[in-house]
């Protein structure tokens, strides 16, 4: 099974920057994606940054577009997005999601919180 080590949230004030990443393992396939979700305290999961095992190829939300990078590193293992201009509106539980396209199935790494005070 793949597993998933989230790591490298914290707090920052507004306008800092933030690198969470992810470790994945378990797999020897490209046909994924893996990426970011976030959960802010009352709302619903949304979806954040994914990249594309199979041709490196990247979705941002609008929310979060020219301020987050998503990246691989050259082994493909872990996953991270760097997050500049942080927004209050950016406090949430970062999920890091790897999604296998074969078969549809979704794994989950825990949480890692991200704080943004103003």
């Known amino acids: 099974d793949v597993q998933l080590q989230a790591f490298g949230g914290g707090s920052v004030q507004a306008g800092g920057s933030l690198r969470p990443s992810c470790a994945a393992s378990g797999f020897t396939f490209d046909d994924y994606a893996i990426g970011w979700f976030r959960q802010a305290p009352g709302k619903e999961r949304e979806g954040v940054s994914c990249?594309?095992?199979?041709?490196?190829?990247?979705y941002y939300a609008d929310s979060v577009k020219g301020r987050f990078t998503i990246s691989t590193d050259n082994a493909k293992n872990t996953v991270s997005l760097q997050m500049n201009s942080l927004k209050p509106e950016d406090t949430a539980v970062y999920f890091c999601?790897?999604?296998?396209?074969?078969?549809?199935?979704?794994?989950w790494g825990q949480g890692t919180l991200v704080t943004v005070s103003s």
């Open positions: 990249i594309s095992g199979s041709d490196g190829s990247t």
């Open positions: 999601n790897f999604f296998d396209m074969s078969t549809g199935l979704d794994y």
